[in-house]
């Protein structure tokens, strides 16, 4: 199936990776739209890296996007403030096709982080600052319909075993060790946001995880049904961190079909 792609970006004159690409079908069928944040520790990885997978959600009828955001000289928090950005653009765009409904948020790895804050915290709430390299957000702030994400980073608070270089990537990127700065690396663990008014969240875990334990997922799953919300989760089997950046293997076909059908669900 065909679709029209586009680039945007979100200052003049251009900061580099504050953009993101949107691929948009010939006939938009579905409700919602997909924003789609991409992994990489913090300071990797590229918005191109889930054009495969926006393509087939385009073959399924979704208006989707992929952001980029700053990945040297700058903080989790200011990556936020890029993430924020690129979804009030895409904001901006829906409603110029008409398109009002709500937008379902995905992330690996370090895009499920970012993608979780979004999700979870109101801009502004974990510290960040949201006219960030000038930007005035366009609309007032919309919270997303849902959250899936995949190999998820649901802390920064240090735990028993964690892998070291997960964790040297964390310091890194808060900018502070945590020794000095505890208070902001809770701030930056989606897992104490969670509330009564949290979306559905469904998280797709691989069997060979090894930076993010299942006992952090069983921590957020508690979190979640405590608050009384929506969690629901999947392991697919043989596979490994950050797995889901395309639609050809057995498990990659299963989590977009678990995607698929988790999104038909929402109201």
């Not at 999700?119 to 930007?135: D, I, K, T």
Request: charged share 20%; glycine share 8%.
């Amino acid at each position: 199936m065909s679709y029209s792609f586009e680039t945007i970006y979100f200052d003049s004159p251009i900061i580099q990776n504050r953009c993101m690409d949107i691929f948009t079908p010939p006939e938009i069928t579905k409700k919602k739209a997909i924003f789609i944040v991409h992994g990489g520790g913090w300071t990797g990885g590229s918005k191109s890296g889930y054009h495969q997978i926006m393509q087939a959600l385009c073959n399924e009828g979704f208006v989707c996007a992929s952001v980029d955001y700053r990945l040297s000289g700058v903080t989790a928090l200011e990556q936020l403030a890029d993430c924020r950005h690129g979804y009030d653009c895409f904001v901006s765009h829906l409603k110029k096709q008409g398109h009002k409904t709500g937008i379902v948020c995905h992330g690996s790895s370090a895009g499920a982080h970012l993608a979780a804050l979004m999700v979870l915290v109101q801009p502004g709430g974990c510290g960040e600052n949201v006219s960030a390299c000038g930007y005035t957000m366009q609309n007032d702030w919309i919270t997303p319909s849902a959250l899936i994400v995949q190999a998820f980073p649901l802390t920064f608070e240090i735990w028993d075993d964690v892998f070291p270089p997960i964790w040297q990537a964390m310091c890194a990127i808060t900018g502070s060790p945590y020794e000095k700065k505890s208070d902001l690396y809770r701030l930056l663990s989606p897992i104490h946001h969670v509330s009564c008014k949290t979306p559905p969240v469904f998280n797709m875990i691989a069997e060979f995880e090894h930076m993010f334990p299942d006992e952090l997922n069983e921590q957020f799953k508690l979190k979640m049904r405590t608050a009384g919300c929506r969690y629901e989760s999947r392991i697919y089997t043989k596979a490994e961190h950050g797995f889901f950046y395309d639609v050809t293997r057995r498990q990659q076909k299963e989590a977009f079909q678990d995607m698929l059908k988790f999104i038909d669900s929402l109201t």
